[in-house]
């Protein structure tokens, strides 16, 4: 599988995805979207400081279903389904955009979530006392690590997402960095590979089956 590189201010033209068709009913076709694996600036990186990457505060959208980074100025549409800035990400729903969406944090591995259950509950973005991605170290899809002062994604955390549209999508996150985890202790001429980069892989439902 090769990965699609996204920054901020430009999309590559590489794009790999597979689209499979299957029947959960004997006259429905779903069309899934299987394993789309992005990678995707998380913030803008304008400089140093202390050695540091300093970002200009904005958010990234993107669109689950168009697989496509999305103008800032379409940020109160429903173009967009999820938003990055940081470790905060936003869903397209409550104070966060005009859409229906809403998330989840899944404990278990990404192939054995293979349905979202009927008693499954989708939280809605409250900024700024919360958001349906909680932020904070272990509280949703991250710890920070003090000793090497690098966020890694936890293992067997999946986040459920309802996209803008009403529809579903499984999302894992890989990497927070754009080369990977970085080494600890770097020297500070060499931090800025500590740029905010989410490397990450979803499922999308097409047509609001929650069966992927």
């Known amino acids: 599988m090769r990965t699609v590189k996204i920054s901020f201010m430009v999309l590559a033209s590489v794009l790999f995805f597979m689209s499979c068709k299957k029947n959960e009913t004997p ?48 940020s109160n549409s429903t173009k967009w389904d999820v938003a990055f800035r940081g470790t905060t990400i936003l869903t397209n729903g409550g104070t966060s955009g005009p859409g229906f969406g809403g998330a989840f ?17 989708f939280k809605v973005d409250n900024a700024p006392t919360a958001y349906a991605i909680p932020t904070g170290s272990n509280k949703g899809w991250y710890v920070y690590d003090f000793p090497t002062n690098l966020i890694n994604p936890v293992p067997g955390r999946v986040l459920v997402i309802r996209t803008a549209n009403g529809n579903y999508a499984k999302l894992e996150i890989f990497s927070y960095y754009k ?32 069966i992927f």
Request: proline fraction near 3%; aromatic fraction near 10%.
């Open 179 to 210: 080369a990977g985890t970085p080494a600890a202790n770097v020297p500070d001429d060499e931090k800025l590979a500590r740029q905010r980069y989410y490397t990450f892989r979803y499922t999308y439902q097409s047509n609001g089956s929650k």
């Open 105 to 121: 944090v899944y404990n278990g591995t990404f192939d054995e979530l293979t349905s979202i259950s009927a008693d499954s509950v």
């Open 27 to 74: 006259l429905v076709i779903n069309t899934v979207i299987t394993d789309t694996v992005m990678e995707l600036s998380a913030d803008t990186i304008i400089g140093l400081s202390n050695g540091q990457p300093v970002g200009a505060g904005k958010f990234t959208f993107y669109s689950i279903e168009s697989k496509s980074v999305i103008s800032s100025a379409d």
